[in-house]
C-alpha cells in the first residue's frame, strides 16, 4: 500500500542540469531508505544513489561527484540532483523505497513507475 510517483525527467543537452522528484504515499508506518535506479536498453538496472532516514548516502561510482540525492522525510520525498550530464546518463530513472506498511511489521521494496532522462545535444 505505497505508491512512488517521479517527476522531473526530460530532454537535456550535455553539460545541462535536471532534478528528479519521488514522492511516496500510501499507509506507511515508515520508510527506512529511498534511492534512485536506472536502466538503459539492453542493459541492467543498477544502483544510482541510496538515502537512509538517517541521512546516510551512497553513490555509484559513475555520479560521484555530479549527482546528489537528498530527501526531505517530512514529506516522504526524495530528490535526485543531476549536474554536467553526460549521454550515458540516458536511461529511464526509477524511485526505490524500503517501507513498512502500517499494520505490518515487515520492510518490502516499492517501485515508481520510472521517468526518462535522455542526455542529446
Known amino acids: 500500500q505505497v505508491q512512488l510517483v517521479e517527476s522531473g525527467g526530460g530532454l537535456v543537452q550535455p553539460g545541462g542540469s535536471l532534478r528528479l522528484s519521488c514522492a511516496a504515499s500510501g499507509n506507511i508506518f515508515s520508510i527506512n531508505a529511498m534511492g534512485w535506479y536506472r536502466q538503459a536498453p539492453g542493459k541492467q538496472r543498477e544502483l544510482v544513489a541510496v538515502?537512509?532516514?538517517?541521512?546516510?548516502?551512497n553513490y555509484a561510482d559513475s555520479v560521484k561527484g555530479r549527482f546528489t540525492i537528498s530527501r526531505d522525510n517530512a514529506k516522504n520525498t526524495v530528490y535526485l540532483q543531476m549536474n554536467s550530464l553526460k549521454p550515458e546518463d540516458t536511461a529511464v530513472y526509477y524511485c526505490?523505497?524500503?517501507?513498512?506498511?502500517?499494520?505490518?511489521?515487515?520492510?518490502?521494496?516499492?517501485w515508481g513507475q520510472g521517468t526518462q532522462v535522455t542526455v542529446s545535444s
Open positions: 526505490n523505497a524500503l517501507a513498512v506498511v502500517a499494520g505490518t511489521r515487515f520492510e518490502y521494496e516499492y
Open positions: 538515502i537512509t532516514t538517517g541521512g546516510s548516502r
